[in-house]
């Protein structure tokens, strides 16, 4: 056998195994979307009955509290941004990065300071490549985040906002993930959790379109203040529970697509090199032939010469 | 009508319960709260706690909360809850060995819960 032959048949059996894991991985990406999926409804019911429960405490009390009130003159914005831990997910990091990044410019162009957050391996990475400062990090559960999760993230944050600015409190809350808008699209956007401003607690739930309705005076307990004060926390951690989950079912399906082109692709090549090495075989027959046609001619001739 | 009130029994990560019900107590931080239909539109913050639902059928369902919320508003009342468990759900040898382990490393908020959790157990078994 020729080596041109033995150097496709060597290339193709790699292209075969690497064809294998990435049809492997994107039959497991594809399987995780759905539960990833049916995690975000499942937290769809304590969403939007906390989104309710806020609704009539802001517009049933005069309370004020930091959460809710705009800062006369914000000079602080706290982003958290949402990337995966993992790769091989096509451009899903890079463009929820770059949103972030778009938000960073918009804001320090406001005249406000930027201090972020980032849930996730390769976001972390990014930045601690580029040296920049993060506030606080979290790795380890982008695939598959549960509410302890989003409690561990939401807390910090929280926190922030409501420390005062002088002592280093952040006067906004954006997070930036990726939403799941159905298994081929996936957009980055970027939302301001924090303060809450009323008509957006209204227009945020997009299941609610009975949001009509006239919200009936409360009886708090122990006191509106008190409900607020456990209430507001709460609604940012179902925030940004909502915001993993979703963004765990878009890195599923944005893997899912890199994987099937990755797939798609490892097929084209094997096709391409069959055809290369099938070539390569027919042109070794055909020297081999005509080598023995050669002989046998000059032979002949030899023979013809000595008789 | 009047004298049934739907509830909606709500975790972070799922529903857990939904149903009609005559009659549903629930500690808030102020002390337990008994909500019946037609009772006044009420927010409430929620304690670590068995929470009591009786049923339109007879029946009562158990369930322990751990923080929380109960709304109630036109005979509707929910109850949301960052973890809520029914008493039928509840591994009691677990929740035991819970307990324990929060008694020997004297983590009081895990052994309130703990010990929610084996009385709303107990209450049905």
């Known amino acids: 056998m020729g080596a041109q032959i033995r150097v496709y048949k060597r290339r193709i059996k790699s292209v075969t195994a690497t064809k294998k894991i990435t049809k492997a991985m994107e ?78 410019e918009r804001l320090t162009a406001e005249g406000k300071e930027v201090v972020q957050y980032v849930v996730g391996r390769k976001g972390v990475a990014y930045y601690t490549f580029r040296e920049r400062k993060l506030a606080d990090t979290w790795t380890g559960f982008s695939d598959s985040p549960t509410y302890a999760d989003a409690k561990a993230v939401a807390g910090p944050v929280i926190d922030a906002v409501l420390r005062d600015t002088a002592e280093g409190g952040a006067d906004e809350l954006h997070i930036v993930f990726t939403e799941f808008v159905s298994m081929m699209t996936q957009t980055p956007v970027d939302r301001r959790l924090l303060p809450l401003s009323l008509d957006e607690k209204a227009g945020e739930p997009r299941e609610q379109g009975a949001k009509a309705e006239i919200l009936p005076l409360y009886d708090f307990e122990p006191s509106a203040e008190d409900v607020l004060d456990a209430l507001l926390p709460r609604y940012v951690e179902s925030r940004v529970f909502n915001a993993l989950l979703q963004s765990a079912a878009s890195e599923h399906a944005a893997r899912r697509r890199a994987m099937k082109s990755a797939t798609d692709n490892a097929e084209e090549l094997i096709k391409s090199l069959t055809r290369l090495a099938n070539a390569a075989r027919q042109a070794d027959i055909t020297q081999e032939i005509s080598e023995i046609v050669g002989g046998a001619g000059a032979l002949a001739d030899a023979n013809a010469g000595s008789d | 009508m009047a004298a049934e009130l739907h509830v909606e029994l709500v975790a972070a990560d799922r529903s857990v319960w939904s149903g009609e019900a005559t009659l549903v107590v629930a500690r808030t931080t102020s002390g337990d709260i008994g909500v019946m239909p037609g009772h006044q539109p009420l927010l409430g913050v929620l304690e670590s706690g068995p929470v009591t639902i009786r049923t339109t059928d007879g029946g009562t369902v158990l369930a322990a909360v751990h923080g929380g919320f109960i709304s109630f508003a036109d005979d509707k009342l929910s109850l949301l809850a960052e973890i809520a468990e029914l008493a039928e759900e509840i591994d009691v040898a677990r929740a035991e060995r819970a307990l324990e382990r929060a008694k020997s490393e004297t983590d009081a908020s895990a052994e309130r819960r703990a010990e929610v959790r084996l009385v709303a157990a107990a209450g049905k078994h």
Not at chain 1, 65 to 92: F, K, N
């Open chain 1, 27 to 104: 039959m497991i990406a594809a399987s995780r979307i759905i539960k990833a999926q049916r995690q975000v409804e499942a937290s769809t019911p304590y969403a939007s009955e906390l989104t309710r429960a806020v609704t009539a405490v802001a517009t049933g009390s005069n309370t004020r509290h930091p959460l809710t009130t705009e800062a006369e003159s914000p000079v602080r914005a706290a982003i958290l941004l949402v990337t995966s831990d993992r790769g091989l997910a096509g451009g899903y990091s890079s463009n929820a990065i770059k949103t972030a990044e778009a938000l960073r």
